[in-house]
């Protein structure tokens, strides 16, 4: 299985939206409702922040929200934060076990 | 608190082997799915195993099969992964993780805090 693609880096001011691709091929994304997003702070384990493409964990904030199409799924922060910058990680059922992407990095301005 | 502790880490030669441990608590090991999870320094998360709630089935990625096993002992509410003919490149946080289903959903909503293996000679 290959990785997930995601891209290295993305930026955004505190209030502002952003959204974070990750794509994938019909055996991975497109063939299954199990994409999840994972926060991950530096030197600390990652965090659950979306499960089966949309639903947010209890707790994560609304803020955080998952979508799909086709074989590219997407994590919307709307509202950015100052807390939210972090590294992010998608990952899916691809059949054969799991795939990850590359993760991205969030810096807020 | 719920929660999950590896151990099991260290600083080994490559060609040796080694057994990491995910001891549970406060909540039902034997209810869930569990995998574990790396990370090279500076680098992605990578899959690398899972395991069904009873320890009957379990499935290793290919990048590591043959020579990384994953069981568990659920009267001791424990994960293991032995791993053996280590290699420069299994150089890595190691993090076992819960799956939030028996057989696996394939995600993983809680995770341990990770232990480091280093490959070196």
């Known amino acids: 299985q290959s990785a997930l693609t995601q891209a290295a880096s993305v930026s955004g001011s505190p209030g502002q939206s952003i959204t974070i691709s990750c794509t994938g091929t019909n055996t991975d994304v497109g063939g299954y409702a199990l994409v999840s997003w994972y926060q991950q702070y530096p030197g600390k384990a990652p965090k659950l922040i979306i499960y089966?493409?949309?639903k947010r964990p209890s707790g994560v904030s609304r803020r955080f929200s998952g979508s799909k199409s086709g074989n590219t799924a997407s994590l919307t922060i709307s509202g950015l934060q100052a807390e939210d910058e972090a590294d992010y990680y998608c990952s899916t059922y691809a059949g054969t076990g799991v795939v990850f992407g590359g993760g991205t990095t969030l810096t807020v301005l | 608190q719920v929660q999950l502790v590896e151990s099991g880490g260290g600083l080994v030669q490559p060609g040796t082997s080694l057994r990491l441990s995910c001891e549970a608590s406060l909540f039902t090991f034997s209810d869930h799915a569990m995998h574990w999870v790396r990370q090279a320094p500076g680098k992605g998360l990578e899959w690398l195993a899972i395991?069904?709630?009873?320890?009957?089935?379990?499935y290793i990625a290919e990048s590591v099969q043959g020579r990384f096993t994953v069981s568990r002992d659920n009267s001791k509410n424990t994960l293991y992964l032995q791993m053996n003919s280590l290699r420069l490149d299994d150089t890595a946080v190691y993090y076992c993780?819960?799956?939030?289903?028996?057989?696996?959903?394939?995600?993983?909503?809680?995770w341990g805090r990770g232990t480091l293996v280093t490959v070196s000679s």
């Open positions: 089966e493409v949309t």
């Open positions: 993780a819960r799956d939030p289903h028996s057989g696996g959903w394939w995600y993983f909503d809680l």
């Open positions: 395991i069904s709630y009873d320890g009957r089935n379990s």
